[in-house]
T-cell receptor, first 114, second 114 residues
């Protein structure tokens, strides 16, 4: 079992550009969540996808958008990048929506915006 | 709104000493509580969780935590730490129901010295 995988591992972009991050959930999981972890901070919830729909969203602007595919994999898109978007982006998966089901995290994508 | 405060940003201890990492939460409803560990350059791994029932929860790697509703706390303890326990520890809360997100604290860096 490969667990949650994310690509790419690292990414460097410049202000104003757009970026797409990818996530494959753990085998058997159908729910994917995305978190942003700034340096020295805890992860912050961006949004969660289930059945290809965004089910809940955190306090992030519309520049952050996502998608879930029929195979449950997911993408996070960020438009008009700002310096403050530099962070580790974590993907997590679980079976179903219930928060009491264990959530497994990927290793993250480190995004640097110059 | 749910929130988490981790009272110590860094906790240095000697190997084989006991340790307690403190976590307080705020919520207007019943909550689920979690502790995660993050090793360098890795994603988060679940240590333990409180959903209901016994207030003393045992997790992996010899860690345990106690839920105290009157104090709104969920402190993490280990009676004897090892060098390999050096990592960042995050406390998280969720109100459950239709609220699917986890809200994390800022983390506590546990450093175990020989």
């Amino acid at each position: 079992d490969a667990g949650v995988t994310q690509s790419p591992t690292h990414l460097i972009k410049t202000r104003g550009q757009q970026v797409t991050l990818r996530c494959s959930p753990k085998s058997g999981h159908d729910t994917v969540s995305w978190y942003q972890q700034a340096l020295g901070q805890g992860p912050q919830f961006i949004f969660q996808y289930y059945e290809e729909e965004e089910r809940q969203r955190g306090n992030f602007p519309d520049r952050f958008s996502g998608h879930q595919f029929p195979n449950y994999s997911s993408e996070l898109n960020v438009n008009a990048l700002l310096l403050g978007d530099s962070a580790l982006y974590l993907c997590a998966s679980r079976l179903g929506l219930a928060v009491y089901n264990e959530q497994f995290f990927g290793p993250g994508t480190r995004l640097t915006v110059l | 709104a749910q929130s988490v405060t981790q009272l110590d940003s860094q906790v240095p201890v000697f190997e084989e000493a006991p340790v307690e990492l403190r976590c307080n939460y705020s919520s207007s409803v019943s909550v689920y509580l979690f502790w995660y560990v993050q090793y360098p350059n890795q994603g988060l791994q679940l240590l333990l969780k409180y959903l209901s029932g016994s207030t003393l929860v045992k997790g992996i790697n010899g860690f345990e935590a106690e839920f105290n509703k009157s104090q709104t706390s969920f402190h993490l303890r280990k009676p004897s730490v090892h060098i390999s326990d050096t990592a960042e520890y995050f406390c998280a809360v969720s109100e459950g129901g239709s609220n699917y997100k986890l809200t994390f604290g800022k983390g506590t860096l546990l450093t175990v010295n020989p």
